[in-house]
């Protein structure tokens, strides 16, 4: 097939090119369009037959769905079983621009494409010639990335001509995407909504609108071979460049000293503006250090031009996974396939946390047979309080109530006051922290010099306290409420009602999948080995 390549202005297209590219797609073809995220390949969503093609064209699984785009608000309706209540204001506040809503889908929707599944993904893009194209289309357009499945997403039309020439009928090149990563993917359809694709849209604005709105683990994690994923395009290869990417996490002299033990011949580093000359092997820059924005226009273009200019392994600086920067980590954690190496921290440290009951204790001492040093977070508090600053801090921020005549800490009254309130509590972890984490820093120290094959901070509040600033990874054991349920009764001799109270007071585990780097899940039968022997491989390869 011969693919058209046709150049539009970008900011305003002309009306007989846009035209052309409706035309094709009314007629059931296949034409890749700019949006302001990534380059799409676009066909007749409602027909099967042109939707197949994409699928073919790009080598995709059946069974990963594609987003349906639309021009104006009013073409969710035939698209969707019914709207929403909160679409409306998602709309008013990120449409047109990087957002897809999932919703229950309507029969008029083929199963081709939504991957057979009973919902729509939904997206309205802001960019000219896209908005343009599907007017012109007068049709709702199916279109994913319109890269190979498993290759960087384009964001200019050289990189979608590499892909598909000779597969589509027509590219229009409506120059570089603004944002440079893909939409930001919410789900309506689960209770509570959900984020299953970071992208241009940040978690942070999408709470403005969706207080409740949780992150899924497959944003920060890779899914296990028989887990489910919400999201079917996640537990794809995705965004791999032939050469093999590992992501760099830790300081820019980290990175430097470990690039200049493991580079080859054939070796690239992909870093921030101003780092390149720091480093003794090719570099290639994308974006500025902490500016999500910066980096995420230029991630996919820098992956496709390491296999453009031959290297065959290429490492690169982690960007900080906030705001647009969660979408370039985890673009980046799917490039590397996982591979993140913790340039700073030689000596490797576990913090490990879970639910009350799930078997903390009981992976620790697993870990602890195996050759690790373990470290209780409770012991450290407890022997934080007995320093005397810190029980004159305390006193002068909740009252000399807090400490006895023998100079001892008033456990009851200083509980009592520092759990009153969500700023008191702040105060007590503002004067108790500092000094765990200085003790926990001597006892890393001392495991390492005894020889330990790792250190283990054993601590409840891990995540609440600065402990994960000093790990290599965090894990965090997990299990279902009724093993739980039944080990805290049997444990702490309570009655189920009691139980179940301290359990429901707790965290679940959304919580602890947000925040762990390794979900270690427990059952009744020492189902924790398995999680806990992966977390140790984990460690090892990491060395
Ligand atoms: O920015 C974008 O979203 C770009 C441009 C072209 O609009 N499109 C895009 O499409 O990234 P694609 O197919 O590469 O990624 C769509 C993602 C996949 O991970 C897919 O699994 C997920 O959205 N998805 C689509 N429909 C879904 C559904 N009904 N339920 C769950 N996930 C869905
Ligand atoms: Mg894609």
């Known amino acids: 097939m011969n693919t058209k390549l046709i150049k539009v202005n970008p900011a305003a297209p002309e009306k007989a090119l846009t035209a052309e590219a409706g035309e094709i797609l009314r007629k059931g073809g296949l034409v890749a369009i700019p949006t302001e995220t990534v380059y799409g390949l676009a066909a007749n969503a409602l027909d099967p037959e042109a939707v197949g093609k994409i699928f073919d064209a ?58 057979k599944l009973d919902t729509v993904a939904i997206r309205m893009p802001s960019d000219p010639v896209a908005h343009a194209i599907i007017e012109a289309a007068g049709l709702p357009l199916a279109a994913p990335s319109a890269n190979s499945s498993g290759k960087p997403s384009p964001t200019r039309a050289s990189h979608v001509m590499d892909d598909m020439d000779g597969k589509i009928d027509m590219v229009v090149d409506g120059g570089s995407c603004r944002i440079g990563v893909e939409s930001t993917v919410v789900t309506l359809a689960m ?28 944003v920060f994690s890779q899914l296990a071979q028989d887990e489910k994923a919400q999201s079917p395009g996640m537990k794809y290869k995705h965004y791999s460049p032939k050469a093999q990417v590992t992501l760099l996490k830790g300081s820019l002299e980290g990175a430097v000293g470990y690039v200049a033990q493991k580079k080859s011949e054939n070796s690239c580093v992909l870093c921030f503006a101003g780092e390149s000359e720091q480093f003794n092997c090719p570099a290639i820059e994308y974006g500025t250090a902490g500016d999500g924005l910066s980096q995420a226009s230029r991630v996919f273009d820098v992956l496709r031009q390491v296999d453009d200019e031959g290297y065959t392994e290429a490492f690169v600086r982690c960007p900080q996974a906030t705001g647009v920067g969660l979408a370039v980590y985890n673009r980046l954690l799917r490039s590397a396939a996982f591979k993140v190496v913790e340039v700073d921290k030689k000596y490797p440290v576990i913090g490990l946390t879970g639910q009350t009951g799930a078997g903390k204790t009981t992976v620790s001492r697993y870990l602890k047979e195996n050759g690790y040093h373990i470290i209780d977070g409770d012991i450290l508090a407890r022997e934080a309080v007995k320093n005397k600053e810190v029980l004159s801090a305390l006193a002068a921020a909740f009252g000399k109530e807090v400490v006895n005549e023998d100079g001892t800490l008033n456990r009851k009254v200083t509980a ?29 120290a001392r495991a390492e010099s005894e020889g330990a094959k790792g250190a283990v901070v054993d601590a409840a509040a891990l995540f609440e306290s600065p402990i ?18 039944k080990r805290i009764m049997g444990r702490d001799r309570l009655t189920e009602e009691e139980a179940l109270h301290r359990i429901r007071a707790q965290y679940g585990e959304e919580y602890y999948a947000n925040h762990a780097d390794i979900l270690i899940e427990n059952g009744p039968d020492d189902d924790y080995k398995a999680g806990a022997d992966a977390l140790m491989a984990t460690i090892e390869a990491m060395m």
């Open 191 to 218: 209770d509570p909504p959900r984020l299953l694709r970071p992208g241009g849209v940040t978690p942070e604005e999408l709470r403005k609108v969706l207080p409740d709105l949780v992150i899924d683990k497959a």
């Open 468 to 485: 994960p600033t000093l790990c290599t990874v965090t894990a965090a054991v997990v299990a279902p409420e009724g093993v739980r349920l």
């Open 58 to 115: 790009k080598g995709r699984p059946h069974d990963n769905p594609l987003i349906v785009h639309i021009a104006n608000y009013a073409e969710v309706l035939p698209l969707v079983q019914k709207v929403d209540p909160r679409l409306p204001a998602l709309a008013k506040a990120f449409w047109p621009g990087p957002l897809t809503v999932i919703m229950k889908k309507s029969p008029i929707v083929p199963d081709v494409t939504s991957g």
């Open 416 to 444: 009592e006051r520092a759990f009153a309130t969500r700023e008191n509590t702040d105060k007590l972890n503002a004067i108790t922290h500092p000094v765990i984490t200085a003790m926990t820093v001597l006892e890393i």
